[in-house]
């Protein structure tokens, strides 16, 4: 069992940065790989990026690459996504979420965050 708890969320005007946390409990978070993924109301909850059990290898949606980076530090059982020249467009809730494998699809992550709120106004 893995609990995640975002943080970091916020206001920001365009053009402005955020990092968001992810926390995971357990002492097994090296084994998971963690995505990021974003839901606008009225929206599917999409993929945003995507970073694998050593964090060697990321993967970044179309939509945010250039602009997002994904990390994570295994000693410290956390994953960040870095949010830089950001866009209306951007405002979503932010979810992160653990897989046993690394993947884009929602249904390989088994774990997920409650969410954290991005608002970019222009």
């Known amino acids: 069992q893995v609990q995640l708890v975002e943080s970091g969320g916020g206001s920001v005007q365009a053009g402005g940065s955020l990092r968001l946390s992810c926390a995971a409990s357990?002492?097994?978070?090296?084994?998971?790989?963690m995505g990021w993924f974003r839901q606008a109301p009225g929206k599917e909850r999409e993929f945003v990026a995507g970073?694998?059990?050593?964090?060697?290898?990321?993967y970044d949606a179309d939509s945010v690459k250039g602009r997002f980076t994904v990390s994570r530090d295994n000693a410290k059982n956390t994953v960040y996504l870095q949010m830089n020249s950001l866009k209306p467009e951007d405002t979503a809730v932010y979810y992160c979420?653990?897989?046993?494998?690394?993947?884009?699809?929602?249904?390989?992550?088994?774990?997920w965050g409650q969410g954290t709120q991005v608002t970019v106004s222009s």
């Open positions: 979420a653990a897989s046993r494998r690394f993947g884009v699809p929602r249904d390989v992550y088994d774990y």
């Open positions: 357990g002492r097994t978070f090296s084994s998971y790989a």
């Open positions: 970073i694998s059990w050593s964090g060697g290898t990321t």
